[in-house]
């Protein structure tokens, strides 16, 4: 036996190549091993922060006695399924069919050709080492009727990918219903949709904040400001350092799961900084710089590149960083301030979490507060934070996911536009350069990198969605040409390799490696679909050069989606949210100017309707399309304010350029 993950680049599989499982990475040699030995396929997928993986690790797959019992009876895979998300793709959509969920650990049995034949989540041991005797005998004894349930769950899979459905066009009334129907599943107690768990809905949160600015909706914004208040009040968001972990597990933000992802913390950063934007709310702002100060802090790698996630676990417990009891509190602050700290977190004898302890939430509103109550509360917190540092800490993901950091620079170039936040753009374009340079390889990216080291697995759509979203972002940044070049040559390789013949996606190339199932998910989850990704690519990047073509490959994309946003609009927010923008034209704003400081910059930012794309610097600027031919205007800074490509007449105040933009 000869477990196979000791050279993998994914954290997670590195966590299980001391199993006694004679694990194998996914890879054509281990289905041809299955073939051989005429043996099925155990196919374990998860990802290194996750706390039922480790559970099932330390339960299952550290066991002699399970090992020797998979061994003997199957080939066993271990996937990270956020290094082959399309992998994973296509085993959760079969685990979802046969058991009406899906999660991870995700555990599928399947033919040496691949095709699932049973599927799982978590199991306990007991129930585990059954299931093995179980799936062994019926490959052994029933051969015909497995084989045959694993062709008809492929059928059924590949039957439910939504390619050649219905379509809907992109319409005001479209998204306007998408809103009046996300209004109706408001908590509006708690904020937020749904009931427990309980997910930061970032991506609904962008579609209202645009929906908001195109028709003027107090009540979608009121439904942002709500849900953005009550999750940074709440355990979901770390009180003390910054940073939102992945759900809630009750439906008022109190406790969370602990694992902290960059892409929840990427598109929470566009929230608060939007909502600030338009409504100068200081606790937007505190959110906003905190959640940015987290991602430079805490995921930064040391070869370039933000990890992937914190872990949920510290030393195999569950939230152990991060709880306290009001003795903790006490002997971190002393007697007086102890007391003031429970009483402004909520730390209670009780408890709100395990064993008598409590998840730090913010009782009351501290951004409002006098000077020197805020005073008081940024020493406690930076006193229990000292002790907290002291404390074991949770594991790190630190392999770089490419869609990722493309949302990490979209959101740190935002925030460092309209904030005036020097160390995200510094980070924004340090982060492109590490893409650019490490993941683009022979024009096509690939997924991951650890420690400065590109992986195989191939990039899919999203991948080049949100990267070339991420490289538009730059190019407004900082006025260079590059990071537009390389945004439509990634674009190009989506229109070329993924597209599906009738507008949508794939998400996986046309040349990349064969599955039971070609993925084509347009659904919005935990982060953008490849679909809504690549259109927010499309229409930027059109948007900035003026080549229609690529507008109109996003409008076709969109029509694809069109009833999934009018029907479900909690499962296409990022759909929704570039659909506003297409609507709005998108604005095209050019700041001719030999000023970066200018105050027509900082207006345009401030006040740009959804979508805009804003680019500025000395007229006929070299590798920036919107400043050709845009002179100043006597000598003064002048504001080109285009729509769908018709343009105003340049305006010189910042007055003409808010009442143009207003208007």
Request: charged content about 20%; overall charge negative.
């Amino acid at each position: 036996m000869a477990n196979r993950l000791a050279s993998a680049t994914s954290p997670y599989l590195l966590q299980h190549a001391g199993n006694p499982v004679d694990w194998w990475p996914w890879c054509d040699e281990a289905f041809a091993q299955a073939r051989e030995r005429d043996v099925p396929v155990l196919i374990s997928v998860g990802y290194a922060a996750c706390h039922w993986c480790h559970v099932m690790a330390h339960e299952s797959f550290e066991d002699e006695g399970i090992a020797r019992q998979v061994n003997d009876g199957f080939v066993a895979i271990k996937v990270d399924r956020e290094e082959r998300p399309d992998v994973d793709a296509v085993y959760m959509t079969a685990t979802q069919a046969m058991t009406g969920q899906g999660g991870w650990p995700m555990t599928v049995f399947a033919t040496p050709d691949g095709q699932p034949f049973f599927c799982g989540t978590y199991f306990p041991k007991a129930n585990f080492s059954r299931l093995l005797d179980s799936v062994a005998t019926a490959w052994r004894d029933q051969r015909d009727a497995v084989v045959k349930q694993g062709s008809a769950v492929v059928q059924a899979i590949g039957g439910a990918q939504l390619v050649g459905g219905p379509t809907a066009p992109i319409s005001a009334q479209l998204l306007d219903g998408a809103a009046t129907r996300l209004a109706k599943e408001h908590d509006e107690r708690y904020g937020g949709f749904g009931g427990a768990p309980k997910f930061p809905p970032h991506l609904n949160l962008l579609f209202l904040l645009r929906h908001h600015q195109r028709t003027g909706s107090g009540e979608v914004l009121e439904i942002v400001r709500h849900t953005a208040e009550q999750m940074a009040r709440g355990g979901i968001y770390d009180q003390l350092a910054g940073g939102f972990a992945r759900y809630a597990v009750d439906n008022t933000w109190t406790v969370p799961h602990f694992e902290k992802m960059l892409y929840d913390n990427a598109l929470l950063l566009r929230v608060y900084t939007q909502l600030w934007r338009l409504t100068g709310d200081p606790l937007a702002r505190r959110i906003a710089d905190e959640t940015a100060a987290f991602l430079l802090r805490d995921l930064a790698t040391p070869a370039g590149g933000l990890a992937s996630a914190l872990d949920a676990d510290t030393e195999g417990v569950e939230g152990l960083t991060y709880a306290w009891t009001p003795a903790q509190l006490t002997e971190a602050l002393g007697e007086e301030d102890g007391a003031w700290a429970a009483d402004l977190f909520q730390v209670t004898p009780g408890g709100t979490f395990e064993h008598g302890s409590s998840v730090l939430v913010l009782a009351r509103d501290i951004d409002d507060a006098a000077d020197e109550i805020v005073q008081r509360w940024r020493g406690v917190r930076d006193r229990l934070l000292t002790a907290r540092v002291r404390r074991p800490q949770p594991a790190r993901d630190d392999k770089v996911v490419a869609s990722w950091n493309g949302l990490a620079i979209t959101a740190l170039a935002e925030h460092a536009l309209v904030l005036d936040a020097p160390a995200s753009r510094e980070a924004a374009v340090q982060l492109a350069g590490v893409l650019a340079d490490r993941h683009l390889v022979d024009g096509r990216l690939r997924r991951v990198s650890r420690d400065g080291v590109a992986g195989e697995p191939a990039g899919v759509l999203e991948d080049y969605g949100a990267v070339a979203e991420g490289f538009c972002a730059v190019h407004q940044l900082t006025g260079d040409g590059r990071w537009l070049t390389l945004a439509g040559s990634l674009l190009d390789v989506a229109l070329a390799h993924f597209g599906t013949g009738d507008g949508g996606f794939y998400d996986t190339a046309d040349d990349a490696e064969r599955l039971v199932t070609r993925p084509a998910d347009p659904t919005d989850n935990a982060t953008p679909s490849g679909l809504s990704a690549v259109c927010a690519g499309l229409v930027a990047y059109s948007a900035l050069t003026g080549e229609s073509r690529y507008r109109e490959a996003a409008d076709k994309a969109l029509e694809t989606v069109g009833p999934l946003i009018g029907e479900h609009p909690r499962f296409a927010g990022y759909a929704a949210a570039v659909a506003e923008a297409v609507l709005a034209g998108p604005y095209e704003i050019a700041v001719a100017t030999r000023d970066p400081q200018d105050p027509l910059i900082r207006a345009a930012h401030r006040h740009a309707p959804p979508g805009t794309v804003i680019v500025f610097g000395a007229p006929d600027q070299a590798g920036v399309p919107l400043l050709a031919e845009r002179p100043l205007i006597d000598g003064r800074a002048a504001a080109y304010v285009c729509r769908g490509f018709v343009c105003d007449r340049p305006v010189t105040t910042v007055e003409e350029l808010e009442a143009r933009l207003k208007g």
